[in-house]
């Protein structure tokens, strides 16, 4: 294990493209994190590999700006993107660019009041409660138990009580966590040799149990969208906001399909991102027990033994920290692909109409001409004396531009107190003999389940 003062969590062995290329063939699992040269973590712009549409990735903060603002319409978002998620979110302000971007979102915005803290926090809260006791329970078991499941359920039981007043135990709710469980783990969004043979935007079909998981999860939210149309008095929720947004231009509201469009979107996006993000930060807690210390000392002294409230999650700078180094060696979307829809030039490199345009956190935030110790975890970075020395533009876990997440406050907001919450209850145990490599999927997750056991913590000296 590596010491303390330079712990080096898991990563891809980074190799020759043409050998990492070999490797990502022969394991046939597509994850294109162990695709990246080792070249990819110190240029400003070069090529991956080799392939008919040309795909090239941007490291040099400047130039991923002005990818991501897109002034001139020129990088949507990418094909492939689109085709691993359209069976699922249909035409969302996730997967749409231009006009249509703009008027979802101008629509969307207003419902996010109801992600402002003061609004959410009590729903975040007892959501958070519940699963402290199911912790307890697993404590008492002695069992192991997987970690991405757990803070997966976790997280969607937040986004279920914040966006349909309804607690993930609920019969409907279940059913989706359950299929959105399916879909992220088994949607094809590249395949290796389709990027390397085929032309921008051809189809990418999709595996049958990956389209009748889609189909299930848009009937079950369905239902309940129809449950706050039959009775719309009675709920006071970001789907009520999103059902209440019209047009400006035309006052019509969303139809009942649009609804469920952007209503998944805020499912998807609001539980797996976080869910990532916290699987790595227990993984690390586990792996390095120290800071589970030092979190402790922090939150003893900020709440003692008072039930956790808004204004403790913005008292606990450290805590903070190490959930920003989190977000910056573990981003949860990895890549940000777009597609130039004609020929263009961005910091002095030209592309290729179809070029697949890479915008990737996972390089950008681990580069060696941005960050001293690129690979190594270490949160008193982000420590508010040291934070503003970080070079602009080179950390962003939640997007840049006008496609920034909304959601971003209330994310951070969220993984502040559910680590505050389980830091100080528990002992992160992981089960011995694991092998942990990261994979990019949906978002950036274990290759492989992560195990561990929990118990109470235990007095310090």
């Not at 070249?39 to 795909?55: E, W």
């Not at 602009?392 to 876990?397: K, L």
């Not at 830091?423 to 011995?432: A, G, H, I, N, Q």
């Amino acid at each position: 294990m590596s010491t303390p003062e330079l712990y080096i969590p898991p990563k891809p062995l980074s190799l020759w493209s043409v050998v990492a290329l070999a490797r990502v063939l022969w394991k046939g699992d597509g994850n294109l994190l162990e695709l990246l040269p080792a070249a990819a973590y110190h240029f400003d712009v070069g090529n991956l590999g080799y392939s008919r549409r040309s795909t090239v990735l941007f490291n040099e903060p400047g130039a991923v700006r002005e990818i991501m603002r897109d002034a001139e319409g020129v990088f949507p978002k990418s094909d492939l993107m689109v085709s691993a998620l359209e069976h699922l979110i249909g035409d969302s302000i996730f997967v749409t660019d231009g006009e249509r971007w703009k008027r979802q979102r101008a629509m969307i915005d207003p419902a996010f009041s109801h992600m402002r803290i003061s609004h959410a926090f009590g729903a975040m809260k007892a959501a958070v409660d519940d699963h402290l006791l199911t912790l307890e329970e697993m404590a008492a078991s002695g069992e192991a138990f997987s970690l991405d499941l757990a803070m997966s359920h976790v997280t969607a039981d937040i986004i279920c009580r914040t966006v349909f007043s309804t607690p993930l135990q609920t019969g409907v709710a279940v059913d989706v966590f359950e299929d959105f469980t399916l879909f992220e783990r088994s949607a094809v969004q590249v395949d290796v040799l389709r990027l390397i043979f085929k032309p921008a935007w051809s189809d990418i079909p999709q595996p049958p149990e990956v389209l009748a998981a889609c189909e299930r999860i848009r009937r079950h939210l369905g239902t309940l969208v129809d449950s706050h149309l039959d009775n719309p008095e009675a709920f006071d929720d970001i789907a009520s906001s999103v059902i209440a947004a019209r047009d400006a231009d035309t006052g019509e509201p969303f139809s009942r399909e649009e609804l469920i469009d952007q209503l998944g979107v805020f499912f998807l996006a609001g539980h797996e991102t976080t869910a990532s993000a916290l699987t790595w930060a227990f993984y690390m807690l586990a792996d390095q027990p120290h800071w589970l210390a030092r979190l402790r000392k922090e939150i003893a002294t900020v709440v003692g033994d008072a039930s956790m409230s808004f204004e403790h999650t913005r008292q606990l700078p450290l805590t903070k920290a190490f959930f920003k180094e989190t977000l910056r060696l573990y981003p949860p979307i990895t890549f940000m692909p777009r597609v130039a829809l004609r020929e263009a030039t961005v910091g002095g490199r030209r592309l290729r109409k179809g070029a697949l345009v890479m915008i990737a956190p996972w390089t950008l935030q681990r580069h060696s001409k941005w960050w001293p110790d690129p690979h190594a975890f270490k949160p008193e970075r982000f420590l508010p004396e040291q934070e503003a020395a970080l070079v602009q533009g080179a950390y962003m876990p939640f997007g840049q531009g006008p496609h920034t997440c909304v959601g971003a406050g209330f994310a951070q907001t969220e993984s502040v107190l559910i680590l505050a919450e389980f830091v100080r209850r528990f002992d992160w145990l992981l089960e011995p003999g694991q092998t942990v490599r990261p994979a990019a999927r949906m978002t950036t997750r274990p290759a492989d389940q992560v195990m561990l056991h929990v118990r109470p913590q235990r007095p310090q000296g």
